[in-house]
């Protein structure tokens, strides 16, 4: 099965400008105070006696994001501070252990080499759990998407999945499944003798979005939960078409030390009981709900529960 991205209210407007080239390093702390006090009042000791002793040693956790995925991650033009539903999700599980966690703006192609680099803790930025990813991290399940097209309200190709993309201009963003599936996709059709997909590939997924509101590209493909927060707030610009396709789980990616066998990274325990400590208390319903992506909500969260 192809999955999606491995990959994001005014502050849906960093969609659609350039602001998004950012290099800030930004705290999401959940604290019980403002300006950051100590996290004690959704400390469970469970959990977070499962966090290694040279982890808990730091008191906060670097997670890393690539911001330009509304309503997943994204930067708030505002107050240019990083928000999203990850970013509640990832603040929410550091509660639960009883750290802190900083998100830091990342490259999405270059947030795996940095997990293994030792950069971050960890990373919450829309990654879908594949088995290809688990040969170098591990993932902790926490929500499930697929793939949707969309493209300017007006005119555009009529598509209906991935065959009917042979000579439309389509614009992803680096890194991604999306990528990955167009290029496959291009090969068929000139195999069967039809025009290639014209791909145009882009660092963010904002640039992807401006370069259909400039007519660029006829299409772009992103995570369901994306795409349709894009067209929920390009202001009619947009519209859904085509089916979605590709159904598979987020996962939080955790850097797996050399040697270390699959499922065994030093974080994995720990933050699959905070996932199942969230869901369980209602926290994490009500973060889906405020950014309404309920419906990609999963019960039973795993390590490594990638189908293909």
């Known amino acids: 099965m192809t999955q999606p991205r491995q990959h994001r209210v005014q502050r849906a407007s960093a969609l659609f400008g350039a602001g998004l080239a950012i290099t800030l390093v930004v705290s999401a702390c959940g604290s019980s105070t403002s300006g950051g006090g100590q996290i004690t009042e959704k400390k469970q000791s469970s959990v977070a006696n499962l966090v290694p002793k040279s982890i808990a040693a730091k008191k906060t956790l670097t997670v890393a994001t690539d911001p330009s995925y509304a309503p997943n991650e994204f930067v708030n033009p505002s107050n240019h501070q990083i928000e999203g539903m990850d970013v509640d999700l990832g603040t929410a599980l550091g509660q639960v252990m009883g750290l802190k966690v900083k ?3 990342a490259g999405f192609d270059s947030i795996i080499p940095g997990l293994a680099a030792g950069r971050y803790d960890f990373s919450m930025s829309s990654f879908t759990d594949t088995k290809q990813r688990e040969g170098t991290v591990d993932f902790v399940t926490y929500f499930s998407a697929g793939t949707s097209f969309y493209e300017a309200a007006k005119g555009g190709p009529p598509v209906t999945g991935l065959s009917s993309l042979c000579g439309v201009t389509v614009g992803v963003e680096k890194g ?3 990528q990955s ?5 291009s090969k068929k059709c000139t195999s069967a ?3 290639a997909v014209s791909l145009s590939i882009y660092p963010d997924q904002t640039g992807a979005n401006l370069a259909l509101s400039s007519g660029r590209v006829q299409v772009v493909m992103a995570d369901s939960p994306v795409a349709d927060y894009a067209v929920k707030k390009s202001g009619g610009k947009f519209k859904l078409v085509g089916p979605t396709y590709g159904t598979a789980p987020y996962g939080i990616a955790v850097p797996r030390p050399n040697g270390t066998p699959a499922g065994q990274a030093p974080l994995d325990k720990a933050l699959l009981a905070a996932m199942k400590q969230v869901i369980s208390d209602g926290t994490y319903n009500s973060i889906l709900k405020k950014w309404g992506i309920e ?4 019960k039973n969260p795993v390590i490594n529960g990638a189908t293909s």
């Open 295 to 298: 419906s990609g909500a999963i």
């Open 103 to 105: 998100f830091v703006s």
């Open 176 to 178: 991604t499944t999306q």
């Open 181 to 185: 599936d167009a290029q496959a996709q």
């Open 193 to 195: 003798g039809k025009k």
